[in-house]
């Protein structure tokens, strides 16, 4: 029973990390492969590490595990600002197709490089 | 039941983590090879957590604690060189 709740939750969590992988080939331009990309970094890592919580009992292992659980919620959001910002900043291109600049009316002219 | 689903679930990570690697080296635009090289790493964090839950070795463990940590700290110093020095 609490090898089958593990294993489910390793599946599901992999399973996000593949789909996030496949879509990071086929999404057009940095911020959609973005969007696509931060995904399994939070919600795929969390499953997969509560299903190895799961299947490895004991107590150093559930801390070290819960510990990564953590950083990981900490830093993944600050990475994919950062990459953002920067990407956003040094005026990559954006797909003609995505043509959804929300910051372009608050931020003016940016300066357009080609990617 | 365990072994047969981590090993679906290696082999899983193993396909994203081979497609990271495809974006790295296709690459678009700096960023882009950025951002692969992130998820590498949080794919190799995962295959970690599912290789300790299989073989029950907690040496897997403090790997994925520096390795999770060393993925922020090259995420960070990259965005900063990209904002300073443009995309190419």
């Known amino acids: ?88 900043r040094a005026g990559t291109e954006m797909d003609p197709e995505t043509n959804f600049d929300e910051l372009a009316s608050r931020v003016g002219p940016r300066p357009r490089r080609s990617a | 039941m365990l072994q047969l689903s981590t090993t679906i679930a290696l082999a899983a990570l193993a396909l994203a983590a081979a497609l990271c690697i495809v974006r790295m080296i296709r690459g678009g635009s700096l960023p882009d090879r950025v951002l692969a090289l992130d998820s590498l790493l949080v794919i190799i964090v995962m295959g970690l957590a599912v290789l300790a839950a299989r073989t029950r070795q907690s040496l897997y463990l403090d790997i994925m604690v520096v390795a999770s940590l060393l993925g922020f700290t090259g995420t960070t110093l990259v965005s900063g060189f990209i904002e300073r020095r443009g995309a190419r």
Do not use: C, N, W, Y
Not at chain 1, 8 to 32: E, H, M, N, P
């Open chain 1, 1 to 88: 029973m609490i090898e089958a709740l593990a294993s489910i939750l390793i599946l599901a969590g992999s399973t996000l990390t593949l789909i996030a992988a496949i879509g990071l080939q086929r999404f057009r331009d940095v911020f959609a492969r973005m969007h696509v990309a931060t995904k399994p970094a939070s919600l795929g890592m969390a499953l997969t590490l509560i299903g190895a919580v799961i299947a490895m009992a004991g107590f150093g292992h559930t801390t070290k595990l819960i510990l990564v659980i953590l950083f990981q919620f900490l830093t993944a959001p600050i990475s994919a600002h950062l990459i953002g910002r920067a990407t956003f």
